[in-house]
């Protein structure tokens, strides 16, 4: 049998360890807590630089050399966009691709940064994969982005809704590489001499075998399916034979 002193001495004790303990785990738990919260060690107002942002975020589908040639290329139903090429000099403007990294691409694979990048970290981003990727030059200004007005017409929003993703926002291919043969080229002076409007017509309502243009004529009203074609010969075609 203890003595009350002893006992005494021995609750003491027990208090003692219970309490360094019990201090000892609060350290470790917010010690743990902050280095929880640190997912992203820059400081405050410091964006990184745009090839870190590409290495860490965009490599793994665009590939090291902005080509396209990534280990998941073949995973994609649209292949990631190979930034060397002279339709993505002409088609994809610094608005675009900054608008295309903030709230991501519909029917592809590439999804919104917004959440993950700052507006300066996205700026950059694109920034670098211009200068570094992307062929620059008088390209850029060869091909115009349709006007507002045209592109409010019905038929302006029926492009941008079935025709963009293949013929692009400037009636340049935009996807080749699973597509054989590639999308029309709608400001190619071959094209234009060979593409009447009735022709036209009935390739969007009838799409043409052996190809990845498919029938809208089920999709679609006639009066669309001509509001359509009008305007690519409109936005494209016309604008094309007036620079000449």
Known sequence: MYSNRTLTEKNNKCVRELSGWLLASLLLIGAGGVLAGQHDPTPPGVTRPGATIFHNFCSVCHGDKGDGQSRAKNSFLVPPRNYTTPEAAIELTRERMINSVTHGRPGTAMIAWRSELSK????????????????????????????AKLLASRGGVLYMQACVMCHGDTGVRQISGSMQPPPRDFASPA??????????????????????????????????????????????????????
Do not use: C, H, W
């Open 120 to 147: 300066q970290e996205i700026e950059a981003v694109v920034d670098y994969i211009r200068a570094t990727f992307m062929k620059l030059g008088n390209q850029t200004a060869a091909r115009l982005q349709p006007s």
């Open 191 to 244: 094209v234009m001499a060979e593409l009447t409007r009735k022709r036209m017509i009935a390739s969007v309502t009838n799409g043409r075998p052996g190809t990845a243009m498919r029938p809208y004529g089920s999709q679609y009203s006639q009066r669309d399916i001509e509001a359509v074609v009008d305007f690519i010969r409109d936005a494209f075609m016309s604008a094309a034979q007036q620079k000449k």
